[in-house]
């Protein structure tokens, strides 16, 4: 085994970049001296925080909400200014009171925790008052973080919850007071601090640190070289390395923007060199980066949601989404294999490619806490625990080759192994208690020497990166509170999912395009979190109700979140991707849809078989032959977007693979028969005329 240099840049690896190099969601600070070293203790502080919350659990779940919430808000206000045009590199004073005050009222729900479980449905006017200035506080952090259409859409749900008696018709209820909207929306599990937020400050915080510490780690430089020594030198092998090494890193990080920012430092640039366009290469990087939301086994912060939601175990969500994920990267791999050939791209010269093999003999170490993970996910373990564990494994990898930095490679492996086996077994023997003493112990080692001070500075670094990157996430959950809330208040989701079951007895088809469209429209203006929770609330009950499973139902309205996120106007992933490809995000969005088929394709696809997704009555011969035929469709779409099979395409030819490709997702009778007739019909003439015209 040879060292682990966690700080040297190796090809394809460099430090992650921070999120905030692109502006994703808002303009964040650059601070300096006493405000910055302020925000890295919050940081350290939120992050450790959440640490003991998954190893203890030692406040009750309200409470670990509002201070989780409290961070949030303290954070947020530290790290991102009122507008765009304030000074970057100091705090204003009145967010340092913001900041402050956020942290301070998230402590009220601590402080007087007997007295509101004793007053509870009848608030005093200072629980009001707290509790209008938190949930004002609240939207006031989404703005700065994710703009202006979050907090308008949860701003209408409000006013709805406010006056909506006054509406005409079905859509006005009985009315509701100030005192219980505010009730509803603090003093409860129904509002900001409901199932999102409370998933936020378990599972979600605790994967999203996982992922950080995974990234400083090295795990990127092992995707990179591993995809590079196995494609890099296939026609089109620069796209090939983007689409295996987003879908890889796809398995640790829930976020499509944060992989396009780690992993496309890389990959676009190689693209570029090698004869792709700024488009394409932007839009296959964020593409195979958006996929990483529904790649198990960490997938995204939704898939905890749903999880918790539909009280299913999180790995009965996992076990749907393999064969999905699966084939939403088959048709990133065809489209750019196709476009290649299109263009006639070559693959990367064999004396610049690393070793797949080289690599994993390096560093496959660095694969143990995700081994470890998929197998406890697996076989009963909480996803809390499961997660906790990877990353106690991984901080004493990082903490291990600290250690052994300096040692001979026979020295590094003792020390290596001894770390992992006292970490293994004493957390087998005495919990969590014992692998704090082994990490402390580690810590302390580390200390005594340059080398491993060092270390202990990536480790810090892993923190605060935890911290920064959790915060769109749980003051998205928290802030999407407001419309559960109201809905639940006021029953106003039953109204629209009585509207879809009225279309869906005529059809079900209509049904699903009503949803679809639903999805993608809301997700012009907010990430996939509050667009899953808005329509999943809404929509999803109805399509259940119309014999749609209850897994798949949720996955479809998931897909769509997923996708809005690439489709324009407001494609986040497209916007990130043209930062680094230096080209026009909308025509990155337009190619990225284009190349991402399948995710508007699968869902369709799941619902009229369900087998897709292991749902129904399944056996395994059905699942191959839904399998088979989604490859044959997505390779047939492949081919019609792109204008090119085995050589171009005539338009007569593209319009019959379509075709073809439609009637192999639909599930009507005779439609398979057909489409494969048409599929067989099609590539033995195009085999034909290739050989016809080789000569020529």
Request: with cysteine; proline share 5%.
């Given at each position: 085994?040879a060292h682990?240099?966690l700080?040297?840049p190796a090809?394809?690896d460099?430090?992650?970049p921070?999120?905030d190099?692109?502006?994703e969601?808002g303009?964040?600070?650059?601070?300096?001296?006493?405000a910055?070293?302020?925000?890295?203790?919050v940081a350290?502080?939120?992050?450790?925080?959440?640490?003991?919350?998954?190893?203890?659990?030692?406040l009750?779940?309200?409470?670990?909400?509002?201070?989780?919430?409290?961070?949030?808000l303290?954070?947020?206000?530290?790290?991102?200014?009122?507008?765009?045009?304030?000074?970057l590199d100091?705090i204003?004073?009145y967010?340092?009171?913001?900041?402050?005050?956020?942290?301070?009222?998230?402590?009220?729900?601590?402080?007087?925790?007997?007295?509101?479980i004793?007053?509870?449905?009848?608030?005093?006017t200072?629980?009001?008052v707290?509790?209008?200035?938190v949930?004002?506080?609240?939207?006031?952090a989404s703005?700065?973080?994710?703009?202006?259409?979050?907090?308008?859409?949860?701003?209408?749900f409000?006013?709805?919850?406010?006056?909506g008696?006054y509406?005409?018709?079905?859509?006005?209820?009985?009315?509701?007071g100030?005192?219980q909207?505010?009730?509803?929306l603090?003093l409860?599990t129904?509002?900001?601090?409901?199932?999102?937020?409370?998933?936020s400050a378990?599972?979600?915080?605790?994967f999203?640190?996982?992922?950080?510490?995974?990234e400083?780690?090295?795990?990127?430089?092992?995707?990179?070289?591993?995809?590079?020594?196995?494609?890099?030198?296939?026609?089109?092998?620069?796209?090939?390395?983007a689409v295996?090494?987003s879908?890889l890193?796809?398995?640790?990080?829930?976020?499509?923007?944060?992989?396009?920012?780690?992993v496309?430092q890389?990959?676009?640039?190689?693209?570029?060199?090698f004869?792709?366009?700024?488009?394409?290469a932007?839009?296959?990087?964020?593409?195979?980066?958006?996929?990483?939301?529904i790649?198990?086994?960490v997938?995204?912060?939704v898939?905890?949601?749903?999880?918790?939601t539909?009280?299913?175990?999180?790995?009965?969500?996992v076990?749907?989404a393999?064969?999905?994920?699966?084939?939403?990267?088959?048709?990133?791999?065809?489209?750019?294999?196709?476009?290649?050939?299109?263009m006639g791209?070559?693959?990367?010269?064999?004396?610049?490619?690393?070793?797949a093999?080289?690599?994993l003999?390096?560093?496959w170490?660095?694969a143990?806490?995700?081994?470890?993970?998929?197998?406890?996910?697996?076989?009963?373990?909480?996803?809390?625990?499961?997660?906790?564990?990877?990353?106690?494994?991984?901080?004493?990898?990082?903490?291990g080759?600290?250690?052994?930095?300096r040692?001979?490679?026979?020295a590094?492996?003792?020390?290596?192994?001894?770390?992992?086996?006292?970490?293994?077994a004493?957390?087998?023997?005495?919990g969590i208690?014992?692998i704090?003493?082994?990490?402390?112990?580690?810590?302390?080692?580390?200390?005594?020497n340059r080398?491993?001070r060092?270390?202990?500075?990536v480790?810090?670094?892993?923190l605060?990166?935890?911290?920064?990157?959790?915060l769109?996430?749980?003051?998205?959950?928290?802030?999407?509170?407001?419309?559960?809330?109201?809905?639940?208040?006021?029953?106003?989701?039953?109204?629209?999912?009585?509207y879809?079951?009225e279309?869906?007895e005529?059809?079900?088809?209509?049904?699903l395009?009503?949803t679809?469209?639903?999805?993608?429209?809301?997700?012009?203006?907010?990430?996939?979190?509050?667009?899953?929770?808005i329509?999943?609330?809404?929509?999803?009950?109805?399509?259940?109700?119309?014999g749609?499973p209850?897994?798949?139902s949720?996955m479809?309205v998931?897909?769509?979140?997923?996708?809005?996120?690439?489709?324009?106007?407001v494609?986040?992933?497209?916007?990130?991707a043209?930062?680094i490809?230096?080209?026009?995000p909308d025509?990155?969005?337009?190619?990225?849809?284009q190349?991402?088929i399948?995710?508007?394709?699968?869902?369709f696809?799941a619902?009229?078989?369900?087998e897709l997704?292991?749902?129904g009555?399944?056996?395994?011969?059905?699942?191959?032959?839904?399998?088979f035929?989604a490859?044959?469709?997505?390779?047939?779409?492949?081919?019609?977007?792109?204008?090119?099979?085995?050589m171009?395409?005539?338009?007569?030819?593209?319009?019959?693979?379509?075709?073809?490709?439609?009637?192999l997702?639909?599930?009507?009778?005779?439609?398979d028969?057909i489409g494969?007739?048409?599929?067989?019909?099609?590539v033995?003439?195009?085999l034909?005329?290739?050989?016809?015209?080789?000569p020529?």
């Amino acid at each position: 085994m040879a060292h682990m240099d966690l700080h040297a840049p190796a090809p394809g690896d460099g430090p992650p970049p921070a999120i905030d190099d692109f502006e994703e969601h808002g303009t964040q600070r650059k601070l300096v001296g006493i405000a910055l070293k302020v925000m890295i203790g919050v940081a350290l502080a939120f992050s450790t925080y959440q640490l003991i919350v998954a190893a203890f659990h030692p406040l009750s779940s309200l409470v670990i909400r509002s201070i989780h919430v409290g961070f949030l808000l303290m954070l947020t206000f530290l790290l991102y200014p009122l507008n765009a045009k304030q000074p970057l590199d100091r705090i204003a004073w009145y967010d340092w009171l913001l900041a402050a005050g956020g942290f301070g009222l998230s402590l009220y729900h601590w402080i007087f925790e007997a007295d509101l479980i004793q007053r509870a449905g009848d608030p005093t006017t200072t629980d009001l008052v707290v509790g209008a200035i938190v949930v004002v506080m609240v939207f006031e952090a989404s703005r700065r973080i994710m703009g202006k259409a979050l907090p308008i859409i949860c701003g209408t749900f409000l006013l709805y919850g406010m006056f909506g008696q006054y509406l005409p018709g079905a859509l006005a209820h009985r009315g509701f007071g100030f005192d219980q909207i505010i009730d509803q929306l603090y003093l409860g599990t129904e509002g900001i601090y409901g199932t999102p937020t409370m998933v936020s400050a378990t599972y979600i915080f605790l994967f999203i640190l996982f992922g950080a510490f995974l990234e400083h780690a090295g795990m990127i430089r092992l995707f990179n070289n591993v995809a590079l020594g196995l494609v890099g030198g296939a026609q089109g092998g620069p796209a090939k390395v983007a689409v295996i090494s987003s879908g890889l890193m796809g398995t640790i990080s829930g976020s499509g923007v944060a992989n396009v920012l780690t992993v496309g430092q890389f990959t676009i640039p190689l693209m570029k060199r090698f004869g792709y366009t700024g488009v394409f290469a932007g839009a296959v990087e964020a593409t195979a980066s958006m996929g990483g939301q529904i790649m198990p086994p960490v997938m995204g912060a939704v898939a905890f949601i749903m999880a918790e939601t539909l009280n299913v175990p999180y790995s009965d969500i996992v076990k749907a989404a393999i064969i999905p994920a699966v084939l939403y990267y088959f048709t990133a791999f065809a489209m750019v294999h196709l476009e290649a050939g299109r263009m006639g791209l070559l693959g990367i010269p064999k004396d610049q490619i690393p070793s797949a093999w080289r690599a994993l003999k390096t560093d496959w170490h660095l694969a143990l806490p995700l081994a470890a993970l998929v197998y406890m996910l697996f076989h009963g373990f909480t996803p809390m625990f499961a997660g906790l564990t990877g990353l106690a494994l991984t901080a004493i990898l990082i903490l291990g080759a600290g250690i052994a930095a300096r040692l001979s490679p026979a020295a590094f492996r003792y020390v290596f192994w001894l770390a992992v086996g006292l970490g293994a077994a004493s957390f087998a023997k005495f919990g969590i208690y014992a692998i704090i003493a082994v990490i402390a112990v580690l810590c302390l080692v580390s200390f005594m020497n340059r080398e491993g001070r060092v270390t202990l500075a990536v480790l810090r670094q892993s923190l605060v990166d935890g911290a920064k990157q959790g915060l769109v996430v749980g003051v998205a959950c928290a802030i999407v509170g407001v419309i559960i809330g109201v809905l639940s208040l006021t029953g106003a989701a039953s109204t629209f999912a009585g509207y879809i079951l009225e279309i869906g007895e005529k059809s079900l088809f209509l049904s699903l395009i009503l949803t679809m469209v639903a999805c993608l429209v809301l997700g012009t203006g907010i990430p996939t979190i509050p667009n899953y929770i808005i329509t999943s609330a809404i929509a999803a009950p109805a399509l259940l109700k119309l014999g749609v499973p209850l897994i798949v139902s949720h996955m479809f309205v998931f897909y769509f979140g997923i996708m809005a996120d690439l489709t324009p106007p407001v494609a986040l992933a497209a916007f990130a991707a043209a930062s680094i490809a230096k080209d026009d995000p909308d025509k990155i969005g337009w190619k990225a849809t284009q190349i991402a088929i399948a995710g508007y394709v699968v869902p369709f696809m799941a619902v009229y078989s369900p087998e897709l997704m292991l749902q129904g009555d399944w056996t395994a011969l059905s699942v191959a032959y839904v399998v088979f035929k989604a490859v044959v469709a997505i390779a047939l779409w492949a081919a019609g977007t792109v204008g090119f099979f085995a050589m171009p395409l005539k338009p007569m030819e593209r319009v019959v693979v379509v075709v073809a490709a439609c009637l192999l997702v639909a599930a009507i009778p005779l439609t398979d028969e057909i489409g494969f007739a048409m599929t067989a019909g099609f590539v033995g003439w195009h085999l034909w005329q290739k050989k016809r015209l080789a000569p020529a």
